[in-house]
T-cell receptor, first 111, second 114 residues
């Protein structure tokens, strides 16, 4: 079963624009992580945000977490064609619980 | 350093056959995960190891699927009596401290059951 659900399912933007992807989940979480996957490749970790954190930054990435709404967002600023990929959120409910992924958002950045 | 390695990268097998998929995690990573991913979907959790033991195998779809990690390093996912519905990309990941730390994924094994 999948805990997280990303929105939108697909997003197409022009290079230089910002891209925002949202993730909603159902049960209380311990951590929430965002991953990126290029076609035909494995997933690459982007950011981990803990349940007691509200915002995190990494380069052009900004992640927010609202535990009261059970939602998170990933913002990619000044997007590049190389950002074209699928983006997944994943949550766990405790230290020895598995990481459960959503269905992902397919981002296309057009040069 | 070396990342997570999965072999083979592609496997084609006939319905009813037995297959083994191998995962070499990053050295020192105690946690190891198996996921299955179908086209256009997110990774579906199968099983999670801490050291040699399966901490959670609730994602294994049925008793045709089994995984081992006998020495706490390399893991093998075994599928008996394969069915066409087993066709997917099987992903392996490892991490230092379970879900409290980032997972490092291999590039997966694409399994096709004909």
């Amino acid at each position: 079963s999948q805990q997280g659900e990303e929105d939108p399912q697909a997003l197409s933007i022009q290079e230089g624009e910002n891209a925002t992807m949202n993730c909603s989940y159902k049960t209380s979480i311990n951590n929430l992580q965002w991953y990126r996957q290029n076609s035909g490749r494995g997933l690459v970790h982007l950011i981990l945000i803990r349940s007691n954190e509200r915002e995190k930054h990494s380069g052009r990435l900004r992640v927010t977490l609202d535990t009261s709404k059970k939602s998170s967002s990933l913002l990619i600023t000044a997007s590049r064609a190389a950002d074209t990929a699928s983006y997944f959120c994943a949550t766990d409910t405790g230290r020895n619980t598995p990481l459960v992924f959503g269905k992902g958002t397919r981002l296309s950045v057009i040069a | 350093g070396a990342g997570v390695s999965q072999t083979p990268s592609n496997k084609v097998t006939e319905k009813g056959k037995y297959v083994e998929l191998r995962c070499d995690p990053i050295s020192g990573h105690t946690a190891l995960y198996w996921y299955r991913q179908s086209l256009g979907q997110g990774p579906e959790f199968l099983i999670y190891f801490q050291g040699t033991g399966a901490a959670d195998d609730s994602g294994l779809p049925n008793d045709r699927f089994f995984a081992v990690r006998p020495e706490g390093s390399v893991s093998t996912l075994k599928i008996q009596r394969t069915e066409r519905g087993d066709s997917a990309v099987y992903l392996c990941a490892s991490s230092l401290a379970g879900s409290n730390s980032p997972l490092h994924f291999g590039n997966g094994t694409r399994l096709t059951v004909t």
